[in-house]
């Protein structure tokens, strides 16, 4: 495979669209990002994350002409990795299966000092906690949470990873962390 | 699986199953599509306004107080409801069309709804003023089985000389403020307007279409109490448009606009 070690994601796109095989780097630069992405948003296991990646990185190669550098290719891989989580989600409801929660709880660790998280706490200590309060928070406050704080995204990129207006997603977020808060009293969990 | 290997049982994939990214021409119609759902949604919204302003317009409220029934019933039946679902709907179908244009997600749904409104607002006066409404109607009632255009139903509600209400075209003016009135379903009736007030702006003349308000005194005799032109001339707020031809062809109304009894 090529080594492009500078170029940016977009110019990336450009060279795959030459040559199939500078696709290769992009899926490298992005796997574990949006594995992680996708195991902090739904409920899959390691191996079906994997295998919902696979699909993710199929589509992105088929709509890569699509992208336009409107928005950040990051942006953009992000809204079809969601989109295809969301569906594969959907899939797993109508076949009646479980949720799968047994993840590495490390993926939950929010920085200390957002959503109330005092900056003397370790992270490790309280991501088992974070993640515990996150799951029971609907679909759309847990979404938001995910993206602002564990996937450190700008207000403008989740607008575009979600297709929300930017004042949208930033009440989304106020109601996201008030309804986290809420639910960690209920729980009687304290950070 | 590692980085490696998924890199690599994409791109195998890919190869394998020879994936092809789609062209860009694909995703320009695609946004070109939605523009025009957009585009076309707001111009048949705004379709629905100019027949919703024609068929306001065309309300005769000088009538509610003649009118037997409900008041409830009778706003219902001279609401234009089914223009105001049509106005929604393709309302509705503008928001989703321009929410899946490439950027249209960005803008917040009220501004939408907002703009949309003004547009069709705007568009429908415009449609309206050029006579577009009343053709789109007229045309929407002959070929939409079971639509009754307005022009249908207000014949219909102003052929009831026994409640009072009779229209029709002056077939002569007789001494005695007696004119024969030529009605709307083809029958010849005498009208005695000796102690009515008449609501036109110049003389009655042979040829004009009215509407009469009043009591039915014989068989085909008709005492008036109140006489309007049919459809009045009337100006839009923004630009002029005066239907004149309700007027009689060989006489224009005078431009002072006095009120003459006869």
């Known amino acids: ?62 709509n890569l002409r699509e992208f336009d550098g409107s928005v950040k290719f990051s942006s953009w891989i992000y809204r079809i990795a969601h989109n295809e989580t969301i569906s594969a989600f959907r899939k797993s409801q109508s076949r009646g299966e479980k949720e799968q929660v047994s993840l590495d709880e490390e993926l939950f660790c929010i920085p200390s000092g957002e959503l109330d998280i005092p900056t003397s706490l370790d992270q490790k200590l309280t991501a088992p906690l974070v993640h515990r309060v996150l799951n029971g928070l609907p679909k759309e406050y847990r979404e938001v949470l995910v993206l602002k704080f564990l996937e450190d995204k700008s207000y403008e990129e989740i607008s575009d990873i979600l297709k929300k207006p930017m004042g949208t997603v930033a009440t989304l977020i106020n109601r996201a962390k008030k309804s986290f808060r809420d639910s960690a009293e209920r729980q009687n969990i304290t950070f | 699986m590692n980085p490696q290997k998924l890199s690599e049982s994409v791109l195998k994939k890919i190869q394998k199953e020879n994936i092809t990214p789609t062209g860009r ?38 009538l509610f107080s003649h009118l037997r029934g409900s008041g409830w019933s009778l706003w219902l039946s001279l609401l234009p409801i089914f223009w105001l679902i049509f106005f929604v709907t393709f309302s509705g179908v503008a928001l989703w069309g321009m929410q899946h244009t490439r950027k249209g997600y960005r803008i917040p749904t009220f501004r939408l709804l907002g703009l949309n409104l003004i547009l069709s607002i705007v568009l429908g006066f415009v449609f309206y003023n050029v006579g577009g409404a009343e053709k789109f109607e007229t045309i929407f009632a002959e070929n939409v089985p079971l639509y009754k255009s307005f022009h249908q139903r207000r014949n219909t509600r102003w ?42 702006p110049f003389e009655l003349q042979k040829g004009h279409k009215i509407r009469v308000l009043g009591t039915q005194t014989g068989k085909k005799d008709f005492q008036a109490k109140t006489i309007d032109l049919w459809r009045p001339p009337r100006k839009m707020p923004f630009w002029g448009r005066e239907e004149r031809e309700f007027f009689p062809r060989e006489r224009k109304p005078p431009r002072d606009g006095r009120e003459k009894s006869l």
């Open chain 2, 159 to 200: 052929m009831h000389p026994e409640e009072g209400r009779l229209a029709g075209e002056i077939l002569e003016l007789r001494k005695n403020k007696i004119l024969i009135l030529n009605s709307f379903d083809r029958s010849t009736w005498t009208v005695d307007y000796g102690t009515s007030v008449i609501h036109i």
């Open chain 2, 25 to 62: 021409w694909y995703f320009i119609f695609k946004n070109i599509g939605f523009w025009a759902v957009f585009n076309l949604s707001v111009l048949l919204g705004a379709v629905g306004v100019s027949v919703i302003i024609f068929a306001v317009l065309e309300t005769d409220f000088d």
């Open chain 1, 1 to 62: 495979m090529p080594e492009t070690p500078k170029c940016t994601d977009e110019i990336l796109v450009q060279k795959s669209l030459e040559d199939v095989t500078f696709f290769g780097e992009l899926v490298d630069r992005f796997e574990q990002k949006l594995k992680y992405y996708i195991l902090r948003i739904s409920s899959f296991s390691e191996m079906e994350a994997e295998e919902i990646l696979q699909e993710v990185f199929v589509k992105v190669w088929k």
